[in-house]
């Protein structure tokens, strides 16, 4: 099993631009989450789906929006790129380790926007 | 709501020594509780959990951490710290169900030799 796979690994934008983060799973999970991660910030959730079909906006949704496209896969897409979103983002799934949940993180995508 | 706090941004430790990296949360509901490890320029680890039953939680690489619902905290510990032990670590927290981890800022671990 890959696990949770995310492309590309590295972008650079310039301010206005737009591109799609992809995220893919192959251990059938039902939920899938994106995450950013800024110095001295942690990692804050910016969207999640439950389930396919099902979107829900996190702790900071502002200035993104999510495609849950299939049960694997679930893309993030920034329609108009800006500094403030060079970030790292994460994609995580979550699915039943033992007998609790337990979030599994992709590798991560490091965005810069100029 | 929920929240995380992780006291002090950088713990320094000399090699040998106890590692202990402090978090209290905040839940509304009974938590599910995580530590995370990072290393430069990779993904997050998963070093331990708890859910339910017993408090004291192990992990890996020798890590532990007890769940102190009286004092909301669960702090994360090593008997003796190793060089390959540096990295950043992350306390979470989630209600359960589909919602999200919601993290603390972090931890930088830095071991002196």
């Known amino acids: 099993n890959a696990g949770v796979t995310q492309t590309p690994k590295f972008q650079v934008l310039k301010t206005g631009q737009s591109m799609t983060l992809q995220c893919a799973q192959d251990?059938?999970?039902?939920?899938m989450y994106w995450y950013r991660q800024d110095p001295g910030m942690g990692l804050r959730l910016i969207y999640y789906?439950?389930?396919?079909?099902?979107?829900d906006k996190g702790e900071v949704p502002n200035g993104y929006n999510v495609s849950r496209l299939n049960k694997r896969e679930f893309s993030l897409r920034l329609e108009s790129a800006a500094p403030s979103q060079t970030s790292v983002y994460f994609c995580?799934?979550?699915?039943?380790?033992?007998?609790?949940?337990?979030?599994?993180f992709g590798p991560g995508t490091r965005l810069t926007v100029t | 709501a929920q929240s995380v706090t992780q006291l002090g941004s950088h713990v320094s430790v000399s090699e040998g020594a106890l590692v202990l990296l402090r978090c209290n949360y905040s839940s509304s509901v009974p938590p599910y509780l995580f530590w995370y490890v990072q290393y430069p320029n990779q993904g997050l680890q998963l070093l331990l959990k708890y859910t339910t039953g017993a408090t004291l939680v192990k992990g890996i690489n020798g890590f532990e951490a007890e769940f102190k619902k009286s004092e909301t905290s669960f702090h994360l510990t090593k008997p003796s710290a190793h060089m390959s032990d540096a990295a950043e670590y992350f306390c979470?927290?989630?209600?359960?169900?589909?919602?999200?981890?919601?993290f603390g800022k972090g931890t930088h671990l830095i071991i002196q030799p």
């Open positions: 979470a927290v989630s209600a359960g169900g589909a919602d999200g981890l919601t």
């Open positions: 789906s439950a389930s396919e079909g099902t979107t």
């Open positions: 251990m059938n999970h039902n939920s």
């Open positions: 995580a799934s979550k699915g039943l380790a033992g007998f609790a949940y337990e979030q599994y």
